[in-house]
């Protein structure tokens, strides 16, 4: 199975913060990439697909890079409502895998 | 508009059983291959099956494999999970998605869950 390690696991930062969380998986996953938005009670919003691509009304501050094995995931001007829990997927191979996560806080 | 609506959770003993549903709306549900993901309270993402738009091939995580069963029928815009000899690690909320697209592998959109207790 592949495993996708996410990093940090929490990070506090301010609004008007570059705010970077990255995610490694254990072999190449091309770019079969995806990253979610999860805030307390609610479902999992996509956010990035493909590694790079922004859903369609996600906000221009997020951006997402990478390939093979090492991505990112970049909001580039930290807001309010970005606090929530960051998720990292990948589809290259069964059985999909999530990353564990990281916890955003705004200071 | 897409919508995922699931049903069927609860509370269920060690051991028992239950039949989770999720039905489909606003989009060819034939094309698309579906998925459930779960999450524990307070836990992370885990995805659990998923199923080809015909529904002969199927994929489980290994922790539910040989107890969990994925089904589709497609006369019905319906994804069904069958999960059987239920241990206390199974409880969570179980969300019903599917490709973004035809050709991608991202999840969206995501049903809002049911819930599945798994307690004596």
């Known amino acids: 199975d592949i495993q996708m390690i996410q990093s940090p696991s929490s990070v506090s930062a301010s609004v008007g913060d570059r705010v970077t969380i990255t995610c490694r998986a254990s072999q190449s996953i091309r770019n079969w990439l995806a990253w979610y938005q999860q805030k307390p009670g609610k479902v999992p919003k996509l956010l990035i697909y493909?590694?790079?691509s922004l859903d369609s009304g996600v906000p221009s501050r997020f951006s997402g890079s990478g390939s093979g094995t090492d991505f990112t995931l970049t909001i580039s001007s930290l807001q309010p409502e970005d606090s929530a829990t960051y998720y990292c997927q990948q589809a290259n191979n069964f059985p999909i895998t999530f990353g564990q996560g990281t916890r955003l806080e705004i200071k | 508009e897409v919508q995922l609506l699931e049903s069927g959770g609860g509370l269920v003993q060690p051991g028992g059983s239950l039949r989770l549903s999720c039905a489909a709306s606003g989009f060819t549900f034939s094309n698309y291959w579906m998925h459930w993901v779960r999450q524990a309270p307070g836990k992370g993402l885990e995805w659990v099956s998923a199923?080809?738009?015909?529904?002969?091939?199927?994929f489980y995580a290994d922790s539910v494999k040989g107890r969990f069963t994925i089904s589709r029928d497609n006369s019905k815009d319906t994804v069904f999970l069958q999960i059987n000899s239920l241990r206390a690690g199974d409880t969570a909320v179980y969300f019903c998605?599917?490709?973004?697209?035809?050709?991608?592998?991202?999840?969206?959109?995501w049903g809002q869950g049911t819930l599945v207790t798994v307690s004596s």
């Open positions: 493909g590694a790079s």
């Open positions: 998605t599917k490709y973004c697209t035809t050709n991608s592998r991202c999840f969206d959109p």
């Open positions: 199923i080809n738009t015909g529904g002969e091939r199927t």
